[in-house]
T-cell receptor, first 114, second 118 residues
Framework: GENVEQHPSTLSVQEGDSAVIKCTYSDSASNYFPWYKQELGKGPQLIIDIRSNVGEKKDQRIAVTLNKTAKHFSLHITETQPEDSAVYFCAATFGNSGNTPLVFGKGTRLSVIA | GAVVSQHPSRVICKSGTSVKIECRSLDFQATTMFWYRQFPKQSLMLMATSNEGSKATYEQGVEKDKFLINHASLTLSTLTVTSAHPEDSSFYIC??????????????FGPGTRLLVL
């Protein structure tokens, strides 16, 4: 079955610094890779996603890179702010039928220190 | 767009009673919805995949007779926890997958329901 590994499990950065979270996946057929941000007591929010035909995608301070050969993808947050503090989950899926569930990493707790 | 709501946001019930949680996609249709459970400081655990008009597909180890799922329309799925026990206390989160062409993989989550069984 498909497996997603996420590192690190916790990450502390100073405000203004960059944060990088990395994930690897096991199934080479995976073709969709979203990232979610979850604040305490709330549901996960989709912050950015990338599909397998693209190597990099950027949205303001957030970027995701995908290396299909190595089967890993990363989330990059630049100029971090205290409100970026949350738990971040990577996920992967394959196929386009709409029925295939996402497989999640175990999450990274990001703390941005003011 | 792509808003998913859940009701109730939190519920406290006595052991042995049943609790129903509703999940709605507010501005899009979703033929597929997913139900997750999340324990403190852990990742999301998929419980079941809910397909409109058909039976839900349950993950291994999830009792289908205890967690009843109904997906009666393209915008509503319900999860009923029957004969709830304290160990069922958890954060239950649903998600809905958009059916828009080219966006089928995109999955949007509800705000979650905190269940406490006394």
């Amino acid at each position: 079955g498909e497996n997603v590994e996420q590192h690190p499990s916790t990450l502390s950065v100073q405000e203004g610094d960059s944060a990088v979270i990395k994930c690897t996946y096991s199934d080479s057929a995976s073709n969709y890779f979203p990232w979610y941000k979850q604040e305490l007591g709330k549901g996960p929010q989709l912050i950015i996603d990338i599909r397998s035909n693209v190597g990099e995608k950027k949205d303001q301070r957030i970027a995701v890179t995908l290396n299909k050969t190595a089967k890993h993808f990363s989330l990059h947050i630049t100029e971090t702010q205290p409100e970026d503090s949350a738990v971040y989950f990577c996920a992967a899926t394959f196929g386009n039928s709409g029925n295939t569930p996402l497989v999640f990493g175990k999450g990274t707790r990001l703390s941005v220190i003011a | 767009g792509a808003v998913v709501s859940q009701h109730p946001s939190r519920v406290i019930c006595k052991s042995g009673t049943s609790v129903k949680i509703e999940c709605r996609s507010l501005d899009f249709q979703a033929t597929t919805m997913f139900w997750y459970r999340q324990f403190p400081k852990q990742s999301l655990m998929l419980m079941a995949t809910s397909n409109e008009g058909s039976k839900a597909t349950y993950e291994q180890g999830v009792e289908k007779d205890k967690f009843l799922i109904n997906h009666a329309s393209l915008t509503l799925s319900t999860l009923t926890v029957t004969s709830a026990h304290p160990e069922d206390s958890s954060f239950y989160i649903c998600s809905a997958r958009a059916t828009l062409a080219g966006k089928k993989e995109t999955q949007y989550f509800g705000p979650g329901t905190r269940l406490l069984v006394l």
